[in-house]
């Protein structure tokens, strides 16, 4: 069927096409309010529906178009008023769309589709179309959809079950629930004749009843092998930014030329000239960099999107009331940032949907609305993208959380903690206060994931919560992945990197606030705080653990104060040099990860200086604080 | 058609001239790199230390902009260390491996000669014991005279070098 080589080109083109009218369509959708008819929003969703069946048609994938006439058919009566907006419509074309997009997937992996579920999808909606009141979610499809043929099949030849004494029961499964069955190798040894290459829809839906299930997920399962399709991925521009990258380029041209007359003849008056040239060469390049990087921008309503749907479908499963609120949409941040914050930002959505937000009784009986509040917001805060998920909920449970601390022995029975810090032990790996563990959340997997991706991205996360009134995760992440903002300091003869975002402040060491105690570990009396701190030289010299130091060699040195997961550490190094941004290049594409270390990166005068990685580091050094054996063989 | 193809067909090499072979002298033995993996060969310059690592490991260099690992191969190989001296050089491999191709340079005493070696001529390597371990060894091939012990870079530098992780870490 995608044999031919120029197809992929086509398919790729449709699918981006189709994708994008498919999220119209469900955005679209979610805006639509049942009894209303908002005549601009449908025409949006008319009109995507519209092109994807057009694209289908013209790109020669039948199946698709056929489906979405049907549901354009719906979207039709409905813009000429002919059938009201339900919210049971909604839902139904909602289901269209997720039909839609496994067909998209399919088409893309290149694999069958998913026929039962189509044709089930199709059936209901014909039935609605005939005047007929939906079903809903898990009914059956009429059986007269499966006995009376489609005009979307007739390319499928169908099976005479007569011929063959083996179907003796005829059933008729829903479509969600077959594709939930287990497993099962072959579709065609169980259809009535074997040398029958091309299965129906009839026997997919109605064969006999000890196979039935198994049929449908073998479909399944052959979507699922096939993988998808290595194809670049691409990205579309507003034409504005690809305008201020040329004019940008053509400023380093003249400047290029304005430098390269100097190639000739110099002499010392032009000096100033030159000094000129140069400065305005830094600042082209400065704008250049911006430009390219403008390119990977997308705005963050890409991932913000799809929460509208999930909180729509999740409250309405949990039975409560949820209203979501999205700020700041348009901030922008890098394509790869954007692709990979998608997982955590949707744990921490269902996390504050199913622990923070109350069901609508409990709201009642804490004196909150019945609704409760959902609220996503993005900004740029000083090279960063901050990010919020905050809920009006139920907010943290302090005394919860470290009862369960002290429980696992994470905490010590009286030992004095901040609650910044009770809070951030909801990161760490298996740790839940949920008493029931629901089918979202609960089993204390997922937040210290949550935390990891964060940390993959250079970014951290911090809590903030008050009990009874709710809590806000606030995400801070680097804009892009390629280049980071980094704080150059000496040690020894070697200058690292220390990503900015870690650090908290750096300051001059001063000896006599520096207390040794137990197997060498070294604290720093700042202000009112106890700081574990460590020479960078130890560490970076291949030591994992402290070394002793010398009060006497720590004069005239900088304390460097990073904050990661919470809490605050000092690393000692010999000085500050400059803050610049540095472009990232990972160690693992000529060698492999190295802990302790986020890549490297070449300085101006090309030499190669190493990024630290700020996470691991602290872990490596200071994890095992509380663990004196450990230290003991130090 | 390639030389692994060439070497399957039962070890006669169709085009006579299809393998070349760069070769280094390190302890006073000479070993030989397929020329088509060779990407350059560069004076020795200043390494920035990579901490937690082997101690052959050297460290990173800039190569044009990318970040290229550099591995002394005596030390790797456990012999005698030798001051660097002006014909110490590093040649600049490209090796494939499971996760797809790396750049890494390797310290040697000497760069020596190119030769064109009939693939026929490879014999399979004896168990001896010379500098480098014979698992990463290709075969023997006697050049004017000489012998020289051509290498299975991809697998030296994959399995013997890059992989390897650094052992007991000084506490």
Redesign the interface.
Same mark, same amino acid.
Do not use: F, H, Q
């Given at each position: 069927m995608f044999d031919d080589e120029g197809m992929d080109e086509i398919r790729q083109i449709f699918l981006e096409e189709s994708t994008e009218g498919l999220d119209v369509m469900e955005s679209g959708l979610l805006e639509l309010e049942p009894g209303t008819a908002d005549m601009e929003t449908i025409n949006n969703i008319f009109r995507a529906a519209h092109s994807i069946k057009g694209g289908g048609g013209t790109f020669g994938f039948v199946e698709v178009s056929d489906f979405t006439h049907w549901v354009e058919t719906v979207l039709d009566e409905m813009r000429s008023a002919e059938r009201d907006v339900t919210e049971d419509g909604i839902t139904l074309l909602l289901e269209s769309v997720d039909c839609l997009r496994g067909m998209m997937d399919s088409i893309n992996a290149q694999s069958d589709y998913d026929t039962p579920r189509i044709s089930a999808l199709q059936a209901r909606i014909v039935a609605v179309l005939n005047g007929e009141v939906d079903t809903g979610v898990v009914a059956a499809p009429p059986p007269e959809a499966v006995v009376t043929p489609e005009p979307t099949v007739e390319e499928q030849p169908s099976v005479e079950p007569a011929g063959n004494e083996e179907v003796e029961t005829v059933i008729v499964e829903p479509a969600a629930e077959l594709d939930k069955a287990p497993g099962a190798e072959s579709v065609v040894g169980t259809s009535a004749e074997p040398s029958q290459p091309e299965v129906s829809i009839e026997t997919d839906v109605a064969v006999e009843k000890a196979v039935s299930a198994p049929v449908a997920k073998a479909v399944e399962t052959g979507k699922a092998e096939k993988g998808g399709s290595e194809s670049g991925s691409s990205i579309r521009v507003n034409v504005d930014k690809v305008d201020s990258l040329l004019n940008l380029v053509g400023e380093l041209v003249i400047t290029q030329s304005m430098l390269g007359r100097f190639k000739k003849e110099f002499n010392v008056n032009d000096l100033s000239d030159l000094r000129d040239g140069l400065a305005q060469l830094e600042s082209n390049t400065r704008e250049l960099q911006e430009a390219a990087m403008q390119i990977r921008m997308l705005p963050i309503k890409v991932a913000f999107s799809r929460f509208t749907r999930l909180v729509r479908d999740l409250s309405r499963s949990m039975g409560k009331k949820v209203k979501l609120e999205l700020l700041g949409e348009q901030t922008e941040l890098d394509k790869t940032v954007l692709e990979k914050i998608g997982d955590p930002l949707v744990h921490l959505v269902r996390n504050s949907l199913d622990h923070g937000i109350e069901t609508v009784e409990k709201r009642l009986a804490a004196g909150k609305p019945s609704e409760g509040l959902l609220r996503l917001s993005a900004h740029h805060e000083a090279g960063n993208i901050v990010i919020e998920i905050s809920d009006d909920g139920a907010g943290l449970n302090r005394d919860k959380i470290l009862s369960k601390a002290i429980e696992r022995g994470l905490v010590g029975e009286d030992e004095q903690i901040t609650d910044e810090r009770i809070y951030m032990l909801i990161f760490q790996a298996g740790f839940s206060t949920a008493d029931q563990v629901s089918d979202l959340s609960g089993r204390g997997v997922g937040m210290d994931v949550v935390r990891r991706n964060i940390q993959d991205l250079g970014g951290r996360i911090d809590v903030h919560s008050e009990i009874g009134k709710g809590s806000t995760f606030t995400i801070r992440l680097p804009l892009t992945l390629a280049i980071l903002d980094g704080q150059l300091v000496r040690v020894g003869e @070697?200058t690292y990197i220390v990503p900015l975002l870690s650090i908290v402040e750096s300051v001059f060491i001063n000896p006599e606030r520096v207390n040794v105690v137990a197997n060498n570990q070294m604290l720093y009396r700042l202000r009112d705080e106890f700081l574990p701190i460590t020479d960078l030289r130890a560490?970076?010299?291949?030591?994992?653990?402290n070394m002793s130091l010398d009060a006497d060699e720590l004069d005239d040195k900088l304390l460097v104060v990073i904050e990661t997961a919470g809490r605050r550490y000092g690393l000692v190094v010999d000085d500050l040099e400059d803050q610049q941004q540095v472009v990232i290049?990972a160690? @693992?594409?000529?060698?492999?990860h190295?802990?302790?270390?986020a890549g490297?990166t070449?300085l101006g005068d090309?030499?190669?200086?190493?990024i630290l990685d700020i996470p691991s580091l602290a872990q490596r050094c200071f994890s095992d604080l509380d663990e004196p054996e450990q230290l003991a063989?130090? | 058609m390639n030389k692994e193809q060439a070497q399957l067909d039962g070890g006669i090499d169709l085009n006579p001239d299809a393998l070349q072979f760069l070769t280094f002298i390190l302890n006073g033995e000479e070993y030989g790199v397929d020329i088509l993996k060779v990407q350059g060969i560069q004076g020795w310059s200043?390494?920035?230390?990579?901490?937690?690592?082997p101690d052959f490991?050297l460290?990173?260099?800039?190569l044009r902009?990318?970040?290229?690992?550099i591995v002394d191969l005596r030390k790797r190989f456990q012999l005698d260390i030798v001051d660097y001296g002006p014909t110490t050089v590093v040649i600049v491999v490209k090796v494939t491996g499971d996760?797809g191709e790396?750049?890494?340079g390797m310290v040697v005493d000497a760069v020596s000669e190119v030769y064109n070696v009939n693939a026929r001529d490879i014999k399979p390597s004896p168990s001896f014991s010379g500098s480098i371990s014979t698992e990463y060894i290709r075969g023997l091939s006697m050049i004017e005279n000489k012998m020289v012990i051509l290498l299975e870079i991809d697998s030296l530098v994959n399995a013997g070098v890059?992989?390897m992780v650094?052992g007991e870490?000084?506490?």
């Open positions: @070697e560490i970076c010299g291949g030591y994992y653990r290049k160690l @693992e594409n000529n060698y492999r190295v802990s302790g270390l490297a070449i090309g030499s190669v200086s190493l063989s130090a | 200043k390494v920035t230390p990579i901490p937690n690592t490991m460290g990173v260099i800039n902009g990318a970040v290229v690992p996760d790396r750049v890494v890059l992989d650094p870490l000084v506490v």
